[in-house]
């Protein structure tokens, strides 16, 4: 049996390790796009703050593929699938032929449709190329925008920051962070970035990138203010890679659609990871795409193993700071009450949110300790009404709730 | 002690550090942590892990 993946991102990677360890003897072929191996995508914040060399970024050691017995073809896009005939055609002209196709091609970073992203000094921070553009335009071009304060904008931000150069966040809400965090926390963070030299601009509409021939020049937002900038970094999301399962005749939706065996609408393909849709969800994040990946790997050799949603980490480290969000953030109305404890100075900010006494939210920034008692109390909508006002005390007990 | 790397995130558990926020000692070996372990950075089990030396 023959099994062929597309894509060498996490869940490719891991799709193919899941595979040799249920059947030593299964051919696994590999395609992958980038000219690079796998490596894990947050390595590549660490490698343009300069905090990793290059020959860390990897995952595994060069030879660890034929070892393994993985046939690795890095470098080469695949031009379709054929379905009816079970076989994929490369960019190149080779015709492989499968027993079962595991789609993992991922996402890839979206654009934003403004005049002048196409310009020079425009860069998403994607893969390990995207990466070694950016780094070589940020030695001769210092000022850089970043497009976007969720976590990956916050990220490259204080990653270039890191290399000396003087950065502006641009942010469309009026906070940073608008999904995980509450106005008051998000000001917090915002302050600590400031402090560390990023400047942040918010409720800004980027409505045009200025430039000319030679490159970037700088922002046109939708108020009429302009920032000069040489550089932007655009961090507005992503977009799964779909074109291969769409033009094949698979259902797609935002990603290409699977079941809860991660089987698409096509006879022996699967997907997993970025690219795929289960349930109307795309997950985007590490341990939905692996869990994705050993799910699918097991079901591509006829076992019968059932994926039902990844329930996400919500433990981050963002500019240094540990951050918890869980539940309702910020509710507010009849039978909500918030409470909130918070030492901006320490970049801390505890708040819990009540639904009739019942916890319905939190945010657990600066610490973690409790972090994960907090969470799991809001995911069983815990009756607190008698302790609240304990439960964000730093010394507070958790073991005490039964 | 070896360190290990996460092959999902890049993380990377040093004995000499353990992992504090997890209830994990300083001196504490890989093979020696809990199995319900995972990657204090983006949740994957153990298994996950490769040495790096």
Redesign the interface.
Known sequence: MNVLIIGNG?AG??AAKSLRELDPDLGIEVLGEERHPY?????LI?YVAGR?PLEK?F??PEEWAARQGITLRLGEKVARILPAEKKVETAAGAVLSYDALLIATGARAALPPVPGVDKKGVFVLRTLDDAHDLIAYLEGHRRVAVLGGGLLGLEIARAIRGRGADVEVIEFFDRLLPRQLDPAAAAILRAQFEKTGISVRLRATTKEILGDSGGVRGLRFESGETLGTEAVVIAAGIKPEIGLAADAGLQIGRGVLVDDRMKTSGPGIFAAGDAAEHRGRIYGI??A??EQARVAAANMLGQDKPYGGTVP?NTL?VAGL?LTSAGEIDAEGPGFESLVHSDPAAGLYKKIVLQDGRLAGAIWMGT??GA?EISRLVALKRDVGTIKQALLEDDFDFTEIP | MDKY??????YVYDPAVGDP??GIAPGTSFEALPDTW?CP????PKD?F?KVG
């Open positions: 996490l990677t891991l490596y894990p995508r947050p390595n660490e990793l970024i995952a595994f590490i341990p795409a692996f980490f480290k540990y973690k300790k994960a | 790397e996460c092959t999902a995130c890049g926020d997890n995972v950075q983006c949740g994957v996950l490769v």
